[in-house]
């Protein structure tokens, strides 16, 4: 005879794949309505970095996948749309989205729980400022090198 809690396990992770599954279908169908109707990004992203709105999807990408994002990037300087600097320069702030990732998926679901509620206002303050001045600090040397 089977076991009842077994079998619930096994549907509730099954409703999940699924859910997963349906979640991802949509986002790509998203994805590609938009890409063929040729939706554009308005907003620079890069723009605090004096780099081409071309840069704009590339940045974004990176969230997902680096290699990818400097795939495009390769592509857009092969095509001539970059510069080699711009692409080092993008490529390099490309690489700031994955500690962005890394820390929202990996070191915020594991710090939280164990800091609990009074601390974790601390550390969210705290890591708040570090973050702001870290970027001040950058763009900061960024004005000055040009």
């Not at 700031?96 to 998926?105: A, G, L, M």
């Not at 969210?124 to 970027?135: G, K, Q, T």
Request: proline residues 3%; hydrophobic residues 50%.
């Amino acid at each position: 005879m089977p076991d009842i809690g077994l079998l619930k396990r096994k549907m509730s992770e099954v409703l999940l794949i699924v859910k997963v599954l349906v979640l991802m279908f949509i986002g790509i169908l998203l994805a590609e309505i938009f890409i063929q109707l040729n939706f554009s990004i308005r907003w620079n992203f890069v723009k605090f970095a004096n780099l081409p709105a071309a840069c704009n999807t590339p940045f974004i990408i990176a969230f997902a996948s680096a290699v990818s994002a400097d795939a495009m990037l390769q592509s857009l300087r092969e095509n001539g749309i970059l510069r080699d600097h711009e692409v080092i320069l993008s490529s390099m702030l490309n690489s700031t989205t994955n500690w962005v990732k890394e820390t929202i998926t990996y070191i915020v679901p594991v710090i939280i729980p164990i800091l609990g509620f009074k601390r974790r206002s601390n550390l969210c303050r705290n890591a708040m400022v570090w973050s702001l001045s870290n970027v001040g600090i950058r763009n900061y040397r960024w004005k000055t090198f040009k």
